[in-house]
T-cell receptor, first 113, second 110 residues
Framework: DAGVIQSPRHEVTEMGQEVTLRCKPI?????LFWYRQTMMRGLELLIY????????DSGMPEDRFSAKMPNASFSTLKIQPSEPRDSAVYFC???????????FGDGTRLSIL | QKEVEQNSGPLSVPEGAIASLNCTYS??????FFWYRQYSGKSPELIMF????GDKEDGRFTAQLNKASQYVSLLIRDSQPSDSATYLC??????????FGTGTRLTVIP
């Protein structure tokens, strides 16, 4: 069974550019989570969806960040415009049920120059 | 106060020893607790979860939960060099949000 799939694995871009991160959750999972991980702050929840509907986006740091889930098998996290302080590893995770263990993708390592 | 606190380490133990990783949490209403292992440059991987007070064993891993004292620990018996990683504690609070600690880096010395 395929796990959570994220793309790209690495992204390097200049500040001011738009960045789009993609995620395909595990088939049948009804919850999808976007996290950001840095050395200083650890793993932070940005937003999560239930059945494609955004439930809690209180972790999204600024209006520059947006996330969508147009269907059960695809979600995007967009940063526009990007800034150097957005550099981090971004993880997508999914679960079958909110209280069930979350399964993580391999992450996208984002560097904003 | 952070929702979940872990000692960042590094924690070094010799091969074959017991590694003990600890985590404290602030929300007394927390109901479920997870331990993830994260190798350098990789994603977090779930290794244990526990919901009830007491111990839960799975192979060389034992999770211990004490709700009265608000701590959860992970014991790794017969530690192997392949156990060297960062271990993340995650706690689901009473409001149902999942909070992660910043992790403890474990090094098992051959």
């Amino acid at each position: 069974d395929a796990g959570v799939i994220q793309s790209p694995r690495h992204e390097v871009t200049e500040m001011g550019q738009e960045v789009t991160l993609r995620c395909k959750p595990i088939s049948g999972h009804d919850y999808l989570f976007w996290y950001r991980q840095t050395m200083m702050r650890g793993l932070e929840l940005l937003i999560y969806f239930n059945n494609n509907v955004p439930i809690d986006d209180s972790g999204m740091p600024e209006d520059r960040f947006s996330a969508k889930m147009p269907n059960a098998s695809f979600s995007t996290l967009k940063i526009q415009p990007s800034e150097p302080r957005d550099s981090a590893v971004y993880f997508c995770a999914s679960s079958f049920g909110y209280n069930q263990p979350q399964h993580f993708g391999d992450g996208t390592r984002l560097s904003i120059l | 106060q952070k929702e979940v606190e872990q000692n960042s380490g590094p924690l070094s133990v010799p091969e074959g020893a017991i590694a003990s990783l600890n985590c404290t949490y602030s929300d007394r209403g927390s109901q479920s607790f997870f331990w993830y292992r994260q190798y350098s440059g990789k994603s977090p991987e779930l290794i244990m979860f526990i919901y009830s007070n007491g111990d839960k064993e799975d192979g060389r891993f034992t999770a211990q939960l004490n709700k009265a004292s608000q701590y959860v620990s992970l014991l790794i018996r017969d530690s192997q060099p392949s156990d060297s990683a960062t271990y993340l504690c995650a706690v689901r609070g009473g409001a149902n949000n999942l909070f992660f600690g910043t992790g403890t880096r474990l090094t098992v010395i051959p």
